[in-house]
């Protein structure tokens, strides 16, 4: 069974809108440290999302932007949300869906 991934509708909605996920067959490692959702859009207009798990330190050692995002603090111990995102399926880490040049 593939895990759904939350993906916020924005400002003003009460409900995150739910998107299938799969693993990536190549880039989801079992002792990765840190989970990635790309979300796509098939040509018939579906979304679907794949997950990426990784050791922190690829992304980190290839990109400031992860080295700066890592570094900052998770955020306070009151906030579950904030603590848990990017470690489990259900709550990845969302890139843009233009985050990868093609």
Known sequence: ???S???SEGPGSTAPAL???TH???FYFKDGSAIFSLKTISEGGGESAVLYKLHSSVPCSRSTFFA???ALPRGPAS???VRM???VDENPIHLPSDFIKH
């Open 1 to 3: 069974m593939s895990p």
């Open 24 to 26: 990536h067959p190549a």
């Open 68 to 70: 700066s995002m890592f």
């Open 5 to 7: 991934v939350s993906d």
């Open 79 to 81: 906030s579950s949300q």
């Open 85 to 87: 995102e990017g470690l």
């Open 19 to 21: 998107v299938q996920a």
